[in-house]
């Protein structure tokens, strides 16, 4: 299984930026998926999640109503795009598709969380 990211940068604050996910060695249709992040000396957190068919999503309360998940099954892709970014939001970015809670995961990662994880895309917002 394969989940790579891409999208990640340098931004200012206020600006957007878009992740974009492609999976491959999986029935992606199947799987919801999750993006998660980690900041240094900081814990992962899964901050947005959409069900398998792209119908429900879920996000933390710190991205709500700045990111938006959303899926194209016919590209096994999954995408979040991130608008009025801030410093806070600087982080390494993962896809990942997990198993706890149906795959609809946010919130901070438990050691050990089984699923699949992309390698990561670096998001860096600078004040």
């Not at 604050?13 to 992040?37: K, P």
């Not at 896809?95 to 050990?112: E, F, I, K, M, S």
């Amino acid at each position: 299984v394969q989940l790579q990211a891409s999208g990640g940068g340098l931004v200012q604050a206020g600006d957007s930026l878009r992740l974009s996910c492609a999976a491959s060695g999986l029935t992606f249709s199947t799987y919801a998926m999750s993006w998660c992040r980690q900041a240094p000396g900081k814990e992962r957190e899964c901050v947005a999640a959409v069900s398998r068919r792209g119908r429900t999503t879920y996000y933390l309360d710190s991205v709500k109503g700045r990111f938006t998940i959303s899926r194209d099954n016919t590209k096994n892709s999954v995408y979040l795009q991130m608008n009025s970014l801030k410093p806070e939001d600087t982080a390494v970015y993962y896809c990942a598709a997990l198993q706890r809670d149906g795959g609809l995961v946010t919130g901070l990662v438990r050691p050990g969380e089984s699923g699949y994880w992309g390698q990561g895309t670096l998001v860096t917002v600078s004040s």
